[in-house]
């Protein structure tokens, strides 16, 4: 069986080469942005700590399919941020159910937060997102009893605009520079595993499932 033949299930019954099959997958994640239902819309973060390992999801906020960069945003006082500072590779897991595609990212991360690029991502949040950037207490921490992550009189309400403004010192922008995307087909027409690496070098090879 030719390798064409066997990726012919890939793409609504289109071969694909590595190349279509790389850009195919950057064009999803960036079409993952406009659709909250998308199974790429969120991600499990991995990040290493002084102890093993840590996880938990985040949303997916930009893709530059382009230069190969993600971003996701967070509290800039989360345990996450602590870890990716002292450690900032981590793993990126992606799920579609829909699609059965899986792809993990590999990437090195950089925290902004008092510059032009939280700036920027700051400027275009909607206020119900700002919100849980209200919360009065480090997110982690032990509490007497429940709170909502945001100041209690809120309740159900938005904060006006002006009132989100306050959000802003505890925003933080990650930015991922992806090093490699391994992408994996489940199908029981056969599976389809392959890896693009960026850095420090470019590559395409198809994997072993
Ligand atoms: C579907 C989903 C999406 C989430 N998105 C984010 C996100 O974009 N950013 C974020 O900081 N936390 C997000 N969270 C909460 C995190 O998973 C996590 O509980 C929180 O950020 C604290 O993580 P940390 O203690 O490891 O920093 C999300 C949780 C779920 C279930």
Redesign the pocket.
């Known amino acids: 069986m030719t390798p064409s033949i066997q990726l012919t299930h890939l793409a609504d019954g289109q071969a694909l080469d590595l190349a279509d099959l790389e850009n195919n997958t950057w064009q999803q994640l960036q079409s993952a942005l406009k659709n909250e239902s998308d199974g790429f819309k ?1 991600i499990t973060l991995a990040t290493c700590t002084a102890d093993g390992a ?1 996880a ?4 997916l906020r930009q893709v530059d399919a382009e230069r190969k960069y993600v971003w ?4 800039a006082r ?3 941020v602590i870890q990716l500072e002292a450690f900032p590779n981590a793993t990126l897991l992606f799920w579609d159910d829909k699609r059965q595609v899986q792809l993990r990212l590999t990437v090195e991360t950089r925290l902004h937060t008092d510059d032009y690029v939280a700036d920027e991502h700051w400027k275009d949040l909607w206020v119900g997102s700002r919100k849980t950037y209200l919360s009065e207490k480090t ?2 921490s032990e509490q007497p009893e429940p709170y909502p992550g945001f100041p209690v009189n809120l309740g159900d309400d938005l904060p006006t605009e002006a009132e989100s403004e306050a959000g802003r010192k505890n925003f933080a922008v990650i930015e991922c520079r992806v090093l490699t995307m391994e992408y994996l087909h489940l199908s029981r027409a056969g599976q389809t595993r392959a890896r693009f690496q960026y850095e420090p070098v470019r590559k395409s090879v198809w994997l072993a499932p």
């Open positions: 969120t840590d938990r999801m985040v949303v996701f945003h967070t509290d989360s345990e996450k997110p982690g």
